[in-house]
């Protein structure tokens, strides 16, 4: 029975650390093109609030609004997308950000570009294919 026991808890320990470093592996893939997000000044449109937003919870529109003012565009981290489409279940995207952003107020969204209001102003989000790093 004991050996049993620790056969069943090697096997156990073992699925656990396969599916700890599917977790961690595919946020290290860097294949394929990489994407930013991209935010201009753009004031015609509604827009989401996003004067409270979370850097942690949306760190590519948060890095892209930190950098872009009324003169200049602001671009995010690069997110590099897997070429099988298996990196997305496991990682955080700016496509999971937009998502979010979309869905608060989806008459923000246009064409794929999300317009957002902060106490700096209103900014047109788009995520842009970068060429090769």
Known sequence: ??????????????????????????????????????????????????????????????????????TAAGRSGRYWRGPVGVKEVFTHSPFDEFDALSSRQPNATVDGDIYVRTGAGRFRLAITREGPA
Do not use: F
């Open 1 to 70: 029975m004991r050996r049993r026991t620790r056969n069943v808890t090697l096997a156990i320990l073992g699925i656990v650390a396969v599916l700890l470093a599917l977790g961690a592996l595919p946020g290290l893939l860097r294949s394929g093109d990489p994407y930013v997000v991209v935010a201009e000044a753009d004031g015609d449109h509604a827009a989401v609030d996003v004067t409270n937003l979370s850097t942690q919870r949306y760190p590519y529109v948060s890095a892209a609004l930190a950098n872009a003012s009324n």
